[in-house]
């Protein structure tokens, strides 16, 4: 039994790895991190009292902290070969030239010292002359054509011995070019070279730190992923299952009525009334709920949003239990009538098919009373489904809790994973996605314990 | 496929509830593609700052001309329906047709060499992933990378001309070894089943709200991508459908007598197996349909994954957190929606109770 249940788990944590990563390497990918549009923004805010210089300052130095200097992935394919100093170069056209002539031209030594040079160029010359040049100039330093390059140096060269000025570092910028030109392999992206980064990479930090626990802190607060999850797993908790019991309680009451021979205007009555509610969506539902029952412009039976800004200190357990229900009426509400035809359905389905087998038949042919047979007979055989069901109705449940969390603006996770999604908060998605995960192989093993309880055969075959 | 029509026709004729909500699936479709020539006073987007709030009904909306009434900035509500719902059909309709193709194709893979894997010669199967290795190389990551850098596309021409020039000498190169080289000509068999299923599997450990949420992240908020994120997210569900029809059809004695005067793999799933799997996968796409029609409000409600210029249910349902007692924000794009779902479900009821009757 415990072994099958390892092995269970054991299949799910492939599937948990590739994902985790999955989520984590798209996140490093993709441009425009939250940091660098906090911290880089040019218009006014909270960030920026200062110049654009000490700005790039402050966001190389998170890049720093936060590891993002470091290669990417164990392996890396040239032409990506772009090393860990290129994200403190500013500003961001500058970094793309380098990037595409990298790319073009194969060699980053070269492009690297071509840089270099460039800098010892232009920092000296006196404010008139860069006016004088500025076209040839925004050439040099951010076209990746290598002809409009030459071009533009020669136009240079002239201007510069009309003026005047001195030549040296000039002379030195022309050799560092003619050297990128010169060793230039131009189709060298055609090529692909695999390059080995070793340990020290973002993704096995990222990975070992995950391991032992530590889930980084969030872009947006700042604080600790695994506080914040924790501050918002238990209203998630209560209303899945409160919730979950609920419907399952519902569910299997309505289905019991609706089996027994008496009781056919119900069947009559609520199967296309559950029919009708499965085709109504969780948000509108949610918010109808809430615009008629939570509104001081209809019934105010509710308290409007959230969990409730203050709470009494004082409050014994069962008073606060009590204000806790109210903010929860609505949401549980919602998502059990949301679930309940899905769940119903199924719950009845399972009990005809056993109430249609023979021993069911037998029993009535005992003379055992319909609510008996049901009772003794059928539900114990329909408990099966029953519970495959049940770990099946987890997800559903959690994408339903997303929903209503936000609708009813009630601090769990669903609504941290749709706020982290708006601002693009990674740590924080790939720690949701790893709990989410965890829940699910926590579900498989009560799963199976429950099999082994409802049916002995099943416990023999296990162990 | 006749029979299939006979069926539906059938339906038609005896059941008064396929019959209304069919007619007023079509009703709507027909509405859906022809409103952009339809009168409509107002754009959808037409901000009437005059008349914001407006009651549907009441005597300002029938002297503002916005019957429905509006929203809080002025949006006129009927257009913003129709338009709503053209958005819906447009995203959900290629969606789900493609998300069932893909399923459908794979599923029925794995089905079909459930038990025996698929059987590729060794130089076949070098040349695949080869081929693959470079696919990925020179038509995905070349590419991409350019694009992402600004270099416009001549890089881009290169790698794919390098892609196909490298596949023919690949061709080449396993050609000659195959003749040459006896090790080549065994055969090698290709998991194809575990290898789907597994796949499948992976997807849908987490769950597909999640996902979707999770990965739109990452994706500027754009139709077209959300349209790709959501075929990912949706091709498993009839993969496993078509899977599983494919191993109740291997099972059936006709399937079995052709397989056995040797037909062709083509010639069996096309003319045998494919003429039994339609109905299952027909059921899927409709209930997939509605599913998806909710999907593609709750998102644009959440305002996630899609622009905020674009005009949908969701966007209009939203509008309600400015103004609680704008009722009206609700109940009208909710029950339009509501009713669209309900008749693609109990189309989908009454065929799956015909087709499975058969059975």
Partial sequence: MLLYLFRRILLVIPAFWALATLVFLLSRL?????AEERVLQSDAGFYNKSDAASREAAYTAYLKKSGQTLPLFYISISPDNIPDTLSQIFPEARRQQLQQLAFKHGSWEDVAAYDEALERFINPLTPSIKSKVSSQLQVIRFSHEKTEIAGALTTIQKKIAELGAPQNYYNELTLAFNTLSKNSEPYSFLLPELRWNGLENQYHQWLSAIIKGDAGSSYRTSRPVSEMLWEAIANTFWLLFGSMLLTMALGLLLSIQMSRGKMAWLRRLSLPALFVLDSIPMFVLALLLLVLLANPNFLQLFPVYGMGYYQAPDLSYLQRTAQWLQFMALPITCLVL???????????????????????????AK??????????????????????LTSDFLPALVDGSIIIETVFAIPGTGRLLVESVLARDYPVLVAIVVLVLAVRMLAYALAEGGYAWADPRIKQELS | ???????????????????????????????????PWLPLPFAPNHLDLDYTSVKPFSERAWASGHILGTDTLGRDLASNLLYGARTAFFIAFPVISLATLLGTALGVVAGFYHHQGAK??????????LAGIAFLYYSVYVPAKSIKLGLGTSPAGYALLTF???????????????????????????????????FVESLSTVPRFVLILVLAAFLPPSVPLLSLLLIFTMW???ARLARAEMLRIKQLSYFEAALSIGSPTIRLLWHHAFPNLIGPVLIAYIFGLGGLLTLESTLSFLNIGVPGTLVSWGRTISSIRTNTAAWWLVVLPGSLLSITVLALYTCGHYLSKILTAKA
């Fill in chain 1, 30 to 34: 993709l441009p425009g991190s939250f």
């Fill in chain 2, 1 to 35: 496929m006749s029979l299939l029509w006979q069926k539906i026709s059938g339906v038609w004729q005896s059941k008064l509830g396929f019959k209304v909500s069919a007619s007023y699936l079509l009703l709507l479709l027909a509405i859906v593609l022809l409103l």
């Fill in chain 1, 367 to 388: 003379g055992l009373k319909e609510v008996a047979v049901i009772r003794r007979h059928a539900l114990p055989n329909a408990l099966l489904p029953i519970i495959t």
């Fill in chain 2, 120 to 129: 590729l010669l060794r130089y076949q199967a070098l040349f695949y992933l």
């Fill in chain 2, 164 to 198: 196909f020039s490298l596949v023919i000498v690949l061709w080449i190169v396993c050609r000659f070894l195959l003749a040459k080289v006896t090790c080549f000509r065994r055969v090698w068999v290709l998991p194809a089943d575990a290898v789907i299923m597994r």
């Fill in chain 2, 236 to 238: 498993p569900a009839s």
């Fill in chain 1, 338 to 364: 949301v679930n309940l035809p899905y769940i119903t359905n199924q719950i009845y389905s399972a009990l005809q098919a056993a109430l249609h087998a023979n021993y069911a038949q037998t029993a009535r």
